[in-house]
């Protein structure tokens, strides 16, 4: 039987919610692919910064460093929003994090359902039948971790700095694991850049054209990021993997998420430099946030945690027929016609966290 040691980082509002069923999900894959999971719970977040003085306790990294994936669940709330910026959960850490375990490429798949095309803001005749998109994002680069970076008092105004860098290596490891994905797919990869304003982006789109050669089955198209978000909204049909940095990944992928109907949707997989007997370590989380607003009430959406427990067994653990069973599992709970409420509609039966879960671990 093999056996995995997984991290759990459940955080703050939803996080705790979402992630029991993530849980219960991953025991219903246990017993049905002979698997064994040992589950070691830590705190991160604003629950750590209350308990233990900071976001990301250095006993939080300890248990993440002997883990083989991090299945993370959310951070942050208003209760810590009057901190000082580097103290906020967010920053002080989930980017740290990042830094840390070299987690520099995000997946995050936009997959609109069939059955849940209605919950889309985007014209029922343009979101028809579905589509799925997947964003590669670089992680670790670009204005987020770039410096100098500062505000300060210049000259009696004040003056606030923060630097894009880029490397050429930083580059060309995300371009090989966005073609790698294309390859998976539908063989077709849109980067995305500002080459017409930013140095980045002249060596970013040099660096795409010289690698695109060594992947002669994928076609490749370049798009400025503010065309990019207008077509996304125009045709989220004719995309299929879509490459950016830091800045533009970020902003490009919670509309691609908004445009499939509902951020409880949506996993993302942060994967590291370094590769296991079993494939790349990683952080495995969903797209949306700790959703304070209805944290505690049990109506959360526990599905995109679960579909990042399946991107973990996927990308982490070398297990794709389990994460094939947990899509698989979610597709048939969702073609049932439970819907928990941020994607319900007249004539399907609204559930709760927990029954959404137990729906789910029982189709497995």
């Not at 987020?144 to 210049?154: A, C, I, L, V």
């Not at 539908?186 to 970013?204: F, G, M, Q, R, Y």
Request: aromatic share 6%; charged share 20%; net charge negative.
């Amino acid at each position: 039987m093999k056996s995995f040691n997984i991290a759990v980082l459940s955080g703050d509002g939803i996080g705790p919610e979402v992630m029991a069923e993530a849980l219960r999900v991953l025991a219903a894959v246990e017993k049905k692919c002979g698997l064994q999971f040992q589950f070691t719970e830590a705190r991160v977040g604003g629950i750590a910064i209350d308990v233990d003085g900071e976001a990301l306790p250095e006993e939080t990294l300890r248990i993440c460093r002997a883990a083989d994936a991090i299945l993370f669940g959310s951070v942050g709330g208003p209760k810590w929003e009057s901190l000082p910026p580097q103290k906020q959960p967010e920053r002080a850490a989930l980017l740290p994090l990042r830094k840390h375990f070299g987690l520099f490429a995000n997946l995050r798949p936009a997959i609109c359902f069939p059955k849940l095309t209605h919950a889309s803001p985007v014209k029922e005749s343009i979101v028809s039948g579905g589509f799925d998109v997947l964003c590669v994002r670089e992680l670790t680069g670009g204005l987020y971790f770039g410096q100098p970076k500062y505000s300060r008092e210049e000259n009696g105004d004040t003056v606030a700095v923060d630097t894009m860098v880029y490397k050429k290596s930083e580059i060309e490891r995300i371009a090989h694991i966005a073609f790698k994905a294309a390859q998976g797919r539908n063989k077709h990869l849109t980067s995305i850049d500002k080459a017409n304003v930013l140095e980045n982006s002249v060596l970013w789109r040099k660096t795409l054209t010289e690698i695109a050669p060594q992947y002669p089955d994928v076609t490749l198209a370049h798009l400025y990021v503010d065309n990019a978000a207008m077509q996304l909204i125009k045709n989220p049909k004719g995309f299929d993997v879509i490459l950016a940095e830091n800045l533009f990944g970020d902003i490009l992928s919670d509309e691609m998420a908004m445009i499939t109907g509902s951020l409880g949707m949506l996993p993302s997989a942060s994967l590291g430099l370094s590769e296991t007997a079993h494939g790349r370590f990683g952080l495995f989380e969903p797209s949306g946030g700790t959703a304070p607003d209805i944290a505690g009430k049990g109506i959360a959406n526990p599905i995109a945690q679960i579909l990042s427990a399946g991107m973990m067994l996927r990308y982490a653990l070398g297990e794709p027929a389990a994460a094939d069973l947990i899509d698989a599992a979610v597709l048939r709970v969702i073609d049932s016609g439970l819907r928990t409420g941020d994607i319900w509609s007249e004539g399907t039966q609204r559930v709760g966290t927990r029954e959404m879960g137990e729906a789910i671990a029982q189709a497995l």
